[in-house]
């Protein structure tokens, strides 16, 4: 298996709504959207498992 490194980004802003704290947060996961491998099975020789793919993600929070 090569090795492989894998680069994730992340934004956040807290800001207060209303009496509540809030804060927003975006995710890139696998930003460069690159093919690796994070897997394999030591008995099958064709079992190899693929990392996930570019994914986004768009959180909010709040704490009230």
Known sequence: ???YARVDAMLAY???LGSAKAAL???IDNLFDKKYYTGSHQFVSDWIKLGTPRTARLTLRLDY
């Open 14 to 16: 807290r800001f207060a």
């Open 25 to 27: 947060q975006f995710n």
């Open 1 to 3: 298996m090569p090795g």
